[in-house]
């Protein structure tokens, strides 16, 4: 990784409107299941709605086979071809709102690379800062994983949630909802809507959902058990894939802090997500 190194601190700015439409197309697909819609009563949009601004909106001679973008300009060049979102934590200073102008500000913080179960990883860190003015509203610090196309083995997966829930809520997510929820972020990966090509080539039984649709539901449903409508702080932890019609739990319960402890199982109880919510 040292051909690398010279990218880590490279840094890029963009700036946009939070319009409503986007939060439109996200009530569209989670309202009816997650408990908290995507605006509240006062106009603040949801924790995870940040996700539906700064889309990757480049070219289609700019994109690679799988549907992101090329790399080469934020992201450097890596050989590995196959990319996975694994894990986000998120922290709020202060609401958004409809209207307000957002300055997006993303920093690469760290390369490295790492033997996993499966082969060679590169793990890319990159800190999102989210500013309304002066102020920084939201940040996020996102890992993402890197690697070579590879079959996919359900057996490797034996972590279990193995936790007693205070609420527990049954999600099934068709391809329509998928399509939608890309659509709505503007996220060209094609594991997300294209069977033969997650088949055939990402080496999936199926269409792969979004780890961030996963991850909204579990918060959403966290804070509407909670009889709230936001966090200072959520973290989440992809465990193992979730595909097209498959049937899970979200599920949560109260830790020994006031923090929430939440997850997301598959019906055998092997764990397809963890998160951390603080109030």
Request: glycine share 10%; charged share 25%.
């Amino acid at each position: 990784m040292s051909d690398f190194k010279d990218w880590v601190g490279r840094r890029v700015r963009a700036t946009g409107v939070v319009e409503s439409w986007p939060l439109a197309g996200l009530a569209g697909v989670i309202d009816e299941i997650s408990g908290v819609g995507a605006v509240a009563a006062k106009g603040d949009i949801h924790p995870c709605a940040h996700w539906l601004y700064f889309v990757p909106n480049v070219p289609g001679s700019r994109l690679g086979a799988d549907g992101h973008p090329v790399r080469g300009d934020f992201i450097p060049p890596l050989p590995q071809v196959s990319r996975m979102w694994a894990k986000s934590v998120m922290t709020y200073a202060s609401p958004v709102r409809v209207g307000e102008r957002l300055e997006k500000i993303s920093t690469l913080a760290s390369i490295e690379r790492k033997q996993g179960k499966t082969g060679s990883l590169v793990f890319v860190e990159i800190d999102n800062e989210y500013r309304c003015g002066d102020s920084l509203v939201r940040r996020e610090r996102q890992t993402l994983v890197y690697h070579d196309h590879r079959a996919y083995e359900d057996s490797v997966f034996t972590e279990r949630a193995g936790q007693k829930c205070d609420w527990s809520h049954e999600v099934q997510f068709g391809a329509v909802d998928l399509f939608r929820y890309s659509a709505v972020t503007f996220n060209g990966h094609r594991i997300h809507y294209d069977a033969d090509y997650s088949r055939m080539v990402e080496g999936y039984p199926g269409i792969v959902v979004q780890g961030q649709l996963i991850a909204t539901v579990i918060l959403s449903q966290a804070l509407s058990r909670s009889g709230v409508g936001s966090c200072r702080q959520f973290t989440f932890r992809a465990v193992k894939p979730i595909f097209c019609d498959q049937r899970f739990y979200v599920e949560g319960r109260v830790g020994d802090h006031g923090n929430i402890i939440a997850w997301a199982r598959q019906e055998d109880g092997r764990l397809n997500m963890m998160a951390e919510i603080l109030l």
